[in-house]
């Protein structure tokens, strides 16, 4: 990873936190990986759901993968292109034999979401963007820190300047 410092957001509502997931969506190119970590229930399904709303057909149901561990969906890119989209939660993965198992190899050329990334995380491709969330105490918010390849500082940078 060639960024420096991580991007930090310090205290973003529901719906702050929303607008941001549609804007990461609307930057994501074939291939691309987003990690999601953090704190248990800081609303990392919360923001990958928005954002593969925001990519696809209306009315898509976006349900949490714990259970079910991958999810694909078919979505559209900002250049309109089709693409498959899939959704990860790796929190009930334990070991390399059960990693082996999901196959992922066949995803990379897609794009991919990745809730509970640590057991894969030193496998990755380092052109991705890292998200962590965390609770902000006593406030109904979240902080949100991006850490990116220079094709996301760029993008998240234009984002603060219009935020
Ligand atoms: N920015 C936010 N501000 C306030 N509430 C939020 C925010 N983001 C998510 N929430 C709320 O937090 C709760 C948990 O969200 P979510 O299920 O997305 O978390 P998660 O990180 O995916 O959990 P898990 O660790 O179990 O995968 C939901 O009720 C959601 O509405
Ligand atoms: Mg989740």
Redesign the pocket.
Known sequence: MTSSKPMLFPS???A??EALARYVGSCLRKGDIVT?S????????????ELIRSLSAKNVQVT?P?FVIMQSYDVKLADGSPEQLWHL?L?RIKNEKEVQELGLEEIWPHVTLI??PDIIKNTLSKKRLDIV?NFVPFK???KLSFTGDDYWQEKLQSFEETA
């Open positions: 973003l509502s529901l702050q936190m999601f953090g704190d248990l229930g800081a609303g990392k399904t919360s923001f990958a759901r949490s714990t939660d929190y809730e509970w969330f109904d918010s979240r």
